[in-house]
C-alpha cells in the first residue's frame, strides 16, 4: 500500500518565521513535488525534484526552499513566512517513468 | 489562458443520475489525461487515467478524450451522495503535470 506522509496536518506561524514542511514516502519513488492548493487556482507546483540532492523550480518557487538529502524525504523551507503564504502544501511522488503521483494527506499552513 | 480549465461549479444532480464534468486544456502535445477525487479538507486521490489513444470505463467511472477539441469528460454513472467531492483534472505532457482548478460535485439523496 503506497504511503506519503507529512509532517503536520495543521500548522500556525508568525510572519517572519522559518518555516519547514517535511513529506517522507516508502514507495521508492525517484521523483517527488511540493504543492500549494487554493481556491480557486487549483494546484501550483512549487519545486520538484528528480532525484536525490536534485531540485527543479516550479511555478511559484519565490519565497520557498527545498532539500532532498535522502530518497524518501523532501523537505519545503520557507525562509520569512509571510500571510500569503498561508495555504494547503500537498506533497506528492511518483515513480521516475511512472504516470501515477501519489499525494500525502496535506498541511493546512496560516501564517499570523 | 490556463493551460487546464475546468467549470469550477456547483455541479448539482440528483442520486442515480449521471454526473457529467469537463476540462479544456491547451497543450496540443499532452499525452495522458487523469481524473482526482479531493474529498473537503483530504488529499487528492486518483480516479482513473487515459491516454491520448483512447477512453477508458472503469465500474461507474467513464473517461473520455477529444483531441480536436482539447477536452477531457469524465462520466460518473448513477451517481451517489459518497461521489460529493472536488474532481480535478490533470494533464501531462512534454512538461510536468498541470492540474485543473476542479469542479465541486453534489449529489443530492
Known amino acids: 500500500d503506497v504511503k506519503v506522509t507529512q509532517s503536520s496536518r495543521y500548522l500556525v506561524k508568525r510572519t517572519g518565521e522559518k518555516v519547514f514542511l517535511e513529506c517522507v514516502q516508502d514507495m521508492d519513488h525517484e521523483n517527488m513535488f511540493w504543492y500549494r492548493q487554493d481556491p480557486g487556482l487549483g494546484l501550483r507546483l512549487i519545486y520538484f525534484?528528480?532525484?536525490?540532492?536534485?531540485?527543479e523550480k516550479g511555478d511559484i518557487p519565490e519565497g520557498y526552499s527545498v532539500s532532498r538529502e535522502k530518497k524518501e524525504r523532501f523537505s519545503l523551507i520557507l525562509e520569512s513566512a509571510s500571510t500569503n503564504q498561508t495555504s494547503m502544501y500537498l506533497c506528492?511522488?511518483?515513480?521516475?517513468?511512472?504516470?501515477?503521483?501519489?499525494f500525502g494527506p496535506g498541511t493546512r499552513l496560516t501564517v499570523t | 489562458q490556463k493551460e487546464v480549465e475546468q467549470n469550477s461549479g456547483p455541479l448539482s444532480v440528483p442520486e442515480g443520475a449521471i454526473a457529467s464534468l469537463n476540462c479544456t486544456y491547451s497543450d496540443r502535445g499532452s499525452q495522458s489525461f487523469f481524473w482526482y477525487r479531493q474529498y473537503s479538507g483530504k488529499s487528492p486521490e486518483l480516479i482513473m487515467f487515459i491516454y491520448s489513444n483512447g477512453d477508458k470505463e472503469d465500474g461507474r467511472f467513464t473517461a473520455q478524450l477529444n483531441k480536436a477539441s482539447q477536452y477531457v469528460s469524465l462520466l460518473i454513472r448513477d451517481s451517489q451522495p459518497s461521489d460529493s467531492a472536488t474532481y480535478l483534472c490533470a494533464v501531462k505532457g512534454n512538461n510536468d503535470m498541470r492540474f485543473g482548478a476542479g469542479t465541486r460535485l453534489t449529489v443530492k439523496p
Open positions: 525534484s528528480y532525484d536525490v540532492k536534485m531540485k
Open positions: 506528492a511522488s511518483r515513480r521516475a517513468l511512472g504516470l501515477v503521483q501519489y
